[in-house]
């Protein structure tokens, strides 16, 4: 079975600070990590992905995630956050073999301050 | 149309009223889902179709009913909704076995639901 973890239901920042939002998961094998972003009555947009590849991945609009193995943690970050970046966030875990389903963590909601 | 298409975008619907919501994909993949979305709560997976054989359901109530005519089309059917079933519906798709695939997951727009 896996889960997914996403410490803190909101996260507020400053403008132009440093946007980090937390995610663990657990899976009994390797697992895909994925990051999606849902803007208010919108789907959720993918925004990066976790694949046994290279353990620091970046995405879209600046954001990037390090699967960190030994703390099974896959955090999202953003240097320096934008008035645009304010949305929910969800990390979601897929084991990759015989099935398709993704679990999703409970989401962040990112509230950024001018 | 590119991507993930859901109609209507918005849908208020009294108890007693039978609606459908549309979901298309114009992705070439295989696999469709149907997800509720309510506030504060998490995102609840309800049906999944596989190659247009449903695999999953997970404990949905029988007024919604999906269909899936074929790889690119799917539906939900709604019938003596309660207002507590209002939320937004997101339909998501994704490419079984394909090469690369990862079990990623494409989102349509979302209908939200009201039920009076």
């Known amino acids: 079975a896996q889960s997914v973890t996403q410490l803190g239901s909101h996260v507020s920042v400053s403008e132009g600070a440093l946007v980090l939002l937390r995610c663990n998961y657990s899976?009994?094998?390797?697992?895909?990590l994925f990051w999606y972003v849902q803007y208010p009555n919108q789907g959720l947009q993918l925004l990066l992905k976790?694949?046994?590849?290279?353990?620091l991945v970046k995405g879209i609009n600046g954001f990037e995630a390090e699967f960190k193995k030994s703390e099974t943690s896959f955090h999202l970050t953003k240097p320096s956050a934008h008035m645009s970046d304010a949305a929910e966030y969800f990390c979601?875990?897929?084991?990759?073999?015989?099935?398709?389903?993704?679990?999703f963590g409970g989401g962040t909601r990112l509230m950024v301050k001018p | 149309e590119t991507g993930v298409t859901q109609t209507p975008r918005h849908l208020v619907m009294g108890m007693t009223n039978k609606k459908s919501l549309k979901c298309e994909q114009h992705?070439?993949?295989?696999?469709m889902y149907w997800y509720k979305q309510s506030a504060k709560k998490p995102l609840e997976l309800m049906f999944v179709?596989?190659?247009?054989?449903?695999?999953e359901n997970n404990s949905v109530p029988s007024r919604f009913s999906p269909e899936c005519p074929n790889s690119s089309h799917l539906f939900l059917h709604l019938h003596t909704l309660q207002p507590e079933d209002s939320a937004l519906y997101l339909c998501?798709?994704?490419?079984?076995?394909?090469?690369?695939?990862?079990?990623?997951?494409?989102f349509g727009p979302g209908t939200r639901l009201t039920v009076l």
């Open positions: 992705l070439g993949h295989n696999a």
């Open positions: 899976s009994s094998v390797p697992p895909y």
């Open positions: 998501a798709s994704s490419l079984l076995g394909g090469a690369g695939s990862y079990n990623e997951q494409f």
């Open positions: 179709y596989n190659f247009k054989e449903q695999t």
């Open positions: 979601a875990v897929s084991d990759g073999n015989a099935g398709n389903m993704l679990t």
């Open positions: 976790y694949t046994s590849a290279a353990t």
